[in-house]
């Protein structure tokens, strides 16, 4: 039997109840990543993980590489093992970090040369170095190094071509030097904006034939429309039986529309980076803890949820920790959102297993924007 | 019966094990109170506090008065409430933060007229203030206002005779104005770097009368010999079945010597402000997490230690989320050095209720110095 299997159950429409099998357990898909840029989830321990419902955690490759470097965390059993998480893990390639984070990197046809805003140290990423890395690093499911860039405004239509084409030449390249048996690369589709390049990235990626498929080059500000369209033309040319991640989105309204075209997890830093900031998410929509009128609010944020925050802490407390950037109300306002997200995502899961997906879409979208005025945004 | 006991029981040279009865239940002394300043221990829950072994928590009254306020506290339950910690709590009186940090402060015989460095705002404390305020805040043990200055160099005379008086004049008016029975109001000892000041101070406050009494002014930088002297003459006036509380000490080592001495109960930011620059505390003595030897060290802190940072979590990781400014590695490790603390605590009670404490305190220091240099320090 194969290390990491991937079942495809109930389908409702586009949407798609799975699961995935690996070598530390299932993930329930749809499904959530938290990020964990340095080899942790913000002051967010693997207990509180687990009793928040997450099975399955995201790494920053860039980050771990630059520090503590992938041989430590090989040393010390690696990412499981370091960060003492037991369940399903996800690596990016750094491919993002690279074209997106501000240091100096020059990209050509070997790979991506940069130094490191640590030290000033020179760092070269390939896609082969992106395989060898993840490899260290020992995460159930790994990603093909690509090179992507935002969409130029106007359009750059050879600019477009040039980075398809090269990120089809890297995921070749990234497939050639795969070794672990107990891993799955994922191919990755771009295109920028034109559905007619996404449908032939997705085309010729699915040529070269992985394990699973991601989507990247989403959620940069394109509105929900344009997102949806580019979305669904990633996904069209792809198996059904493979399955499909979209990268680094979203909010709790984005996961729900990519579930309905049939994506089957996500990671992102909304529930986390927004918990910081004290915007936390209910069935009623988002509520910014900052605000005035929560400043004596004894009632938990939300009363039917059983997470940390909400078992113990009033609105009032947690808008004073956040005010005073106490990190006990970063904690508890993210271990909220994230078991908000857990809650989502088994909602979508069995809506989808008992055939009404349309009619829980429908029921979540009008409850979620109904008590929250357009203002009061969580994104 | 009173709403709080304090029940003296073995004692073992000047070192004291005892009881405090409060209305949010034990403490058992010598005890030691994590720093919670604005009503959080710095990441950590309740939950976690009480798993380390924490009894008793203290919170900055100047902190909590100007954010959210001591209205707003109260409304919500006291502090007791607000924070969601159930067992004793402890609140200073202000008095320090107002004279030493930076901030717009002029004393009189009335009190301390200071603007908020939050929003400039005009604040007054005064030693009723000072009590109404920590009477709406809830705690169980609350504090005199006192006119603290850091030991001029070089000393004048006059000037702590001025605030000798005018402690213990402001001390009788605070006696004068409490009126919560389920509270103690506790004297505070000062008096300088004379050891004469402190004995006179101590007995004139005892004259005053109140259930126990805090030695404030200490831990700022006099020998670890000047501070035991002043320590002995600060107690050596008061009747031995009232407790006795030193403010804002120390490091372990601190800790003991001020036991022998007939300290009952301490607070002080060392275990979780050193926990957060990755100084944690073991038997041997305390090791620094930065130090590149733990960089692939795959052992925990300290492998006799069942904290949740030694039950699931290397040196390498804590010392690589303590690099990279990590929550996470501030909590653990924060948490592991609590928990040393609350070890260290409960290991003095038991030898001094076997009548031991000599031996003990010997064999600690010889460990905590022995296997650790003089440069490795903590503090």
Redesign the interface.
């Known amino acids: 039997m194969a290390a990491l299997t991937f079942t495809l159950g109930a389908r409702d429409g586009a949407a798609r109840r799975g699961r995935l099998m690996t070598p530390h357990g299932v993930l329930d898909t749809p499904a959530f990543f938290p990020v964990g840029t340095?080899?942790?989830?913000?002051?967010?321990?693997?207990?509180d993980l687990l009793g928040a419902g997450v099975q399955g955690v995201l790494s920053n490759t860039y980050?771990l590489h630059l520090?503590?470097g992938e041989q430590?965390v090989r040393?010390?059993?690696g990412l499981h093992g370091?960060?003492?998480w037991p369940g399903p893990m996800l690596t990016d390639s750094g491919g993002f970090q690279l074209h997106s984070l501000d240091h100096l990197a020059r990209a050509d046809e070997d790979g991506v040369r940069f130094k490191s805003p640590l030290d000033g140290s020179e760092h070269f990423l390939s896609p082969e170095r992106a395989v060898e890395i993840q490899e260290a690093l020992g995460a159930d499911l790994i990603v093909c190094l690509d090179h992507f860039e935002p969409v130029a405004d106007p359009p750059d239509p050879a600019r477009e071509r040039l980075l398809l084409e090269r990120t089809l030449r890297w995921a070749a390249r990234c497939k050639a030097v795969a070794r672990r048996e107990d891993q799955w690369l994922l191919g990755i589709v771009q295109g920028g904006g034109s559905p007619a390049l996404r449908l032939e990235s997705a085309r010729r990626t699915a040529e070269i034939g992985f394990s699973g498929y991601a989507v990247g080059g989403l959620g940069l500000g394109e509105s929900i429309e344009q997102r949806s369209a580019l979305l669904e033309s990633s996904l069209e040319p792809l198996a059904q039986d493979v399955p499909r991640y979209l990268m680094g989105i979203g909010t709790p309204e984005d996961l729900v529309e990519a579930i309905a075209r049939g994506v089957d997890w996500f990671d992102c830093v909304v529930p986390t980076r927004n918990g910081r900031h004290g915007s936390v998410f209910t069935p009623d929509g988002p509520l910014n803890l900052r605000n005035a009128r929560f400043?004596?609010d004894?009632k938990p944020i939300d009363a039917s949820c059983d997470c940390?925050a909400c078992s113990?802490?009033?609105r009032?407390?947690l808008?004073?920790?956040i005010?005073?950037g106490?990190?006990?109300?970063?904690?508890?306002a993210s271990l909220h959102n994230l078991q908000f997200y857990m809650r989502l995502m088994q909602d979508a899961r069995e809506a989808i297993a008992e055939a009404r997906f349309e009619a829980w879409r429908s029921a979540f979208r009008a409850r979620y924007r109904g008590a929250s005025p357009a203002t009061d945004s969580a994104a």
Chains 1, 2 share one sequence.
């Open positions: 340095f080899g942790a989830v913000r002051g967010i321990s693997p207990a980050h520090r503590p430590v040393e010390l059993g370091f960060m003492g400043r004596a004894p940390q113990g802490f009033s009032a407390y808008r004073h920790l005010a005073c106490e990190a006990l109300g970063t904690r508890l």
